[in-house]
Nanobody
């Protein structure tokens, strides 16, 4: 079973930046095949996909984060990253990484709180 470990969250003021990291415990050959994404779940809301990256490096973003978030991957190290700039209070959520479409199992996520 693949394990996903997210890190890098924290408390940041509006307008600030954070960089999230995700480590996947599977072989490089398997990891490199799948599209990966960052999802988030705010209190009382459903989990949503905010950024995705294909095996070839093509990216796609939810309208709410377009122009502010950047997803990247390092398939040699089984890592996925999310650079978040110009953060807003509405970005507050627990952030998770997973394949796209998502597997049934999820990591613990990392909390991002945007507040003054």
């Amino acid at each position: 079973q693949v394990q996903l470990v997210e890190s890098g969250g924290g408390l940041v003021q509006p307008g600030g930046s954070l960089r999230l990291s995700c480590a996947a415990s599977e072989s490089r050959s398997i990891f490199s095949i799948f599209a990966m994404g960052w999802y988030r779940q705010a209190p009382g809301k459903q989990r949503e996909l905010v950024a995705a990256i294909t095996s070839g490096g093509s990216t796609n973003y939810a309208d709410s984060v377009k122009g502010r978030f950047t997803i990247a991957r390092n398939s040699d190290e089984n890592m996925v990253y999310l650079q978040m700039n110009s953060l807003k209070p509405e970005d507050t959520a627990v952030y998770y990484c997973n394949r796209v479409p998502a597997m049934r199992s999820w990591g613990q996520g990392t909390q991002v709180t945007v507040s003054s």
